[in-house]
């Protein structure tokens, strides 16, 4: 079950009524507008007249959460939305098609390797890094820092390039 402390934290600091099913976390925003917080990672902006807007959570430190929906990222530390880049579509498209999990900022979109402790970073001017997600390291090899450069393949898909190798999302490896 994914964590919903950060959920109901951040309601109660904001005096939000919220109620606790056995698969989600609903926020009542208004009268007529609650969000719902999936254990799965999605998330639902809903009214009685059904679903607005979809998208993915996770939490942010443990009373605060980020939304994604689409090209915008939803901070409640802030309490604003942030456009993406579009200069990203093609990678978010590809991780959004296998469930992986991503984070980004106007500059940079990061995917999550939390069993690994490590993410990949993209680059607005298309640099590309490997680090370890604890102290944001670079992941060594050969005693040298896993960084390169990566580019769109297509709408859907992109590729890494690195002196060690390529990696091609439509094929999902390294040659």
Not at 100 to 111: D, G, H, Q, R
Not at 126 to 137: L, Y
Request: proline residues 2%; glycine residues 8%; contains cysteine.
């Amino acid at each position: 079950m994914r964590n919903r402390i950060c959920i109901k934290k951040y309601a109660e600091s904001k005096g939000l009524t919220f109620v606790t099913g056995a698969t989600f976390v609903q926020h009542y925003v208004s009268s007529d507008r609650s969000y719902f917080f999936y254990d799965s990672g999605k998330w639902e902006d809903r009214t009685s007249s059904g679903i607005n807007k979809e998208g993915k959570w996770q939490c942010d430190g443990s009373d605060n959460y980020f939304i994604w929906h689409g090209n915008k990222k939803y901070v409640s530390r802030d309490n604003k939305w942030y456009t993406m880049n579009t200069i990203f579509n093609c990678v978010k498209e590809e991780l959004e098609s296998r469930n992986m999990k991503y984070e980004f900022t106007s500059n940079e979109l990061k995917l999550l390797f939390p069993r690994d402790k490590q993410h990949w970073s993209f680059y607005e001017d298309g640099k590309w890094g490997k680090f370890n997600t604890e102290d944001n390291s670079p992941v060594m090899i050969d005693g040298k820092p896993t960084v390169g450069t990566w580019e769109c393949d297509g709408e859907e898909e992109y590729k890494v390039l690195t002196e060690w190798g390529i990696y091609n999302s439509k094929l999902n490896s390294w040659t």
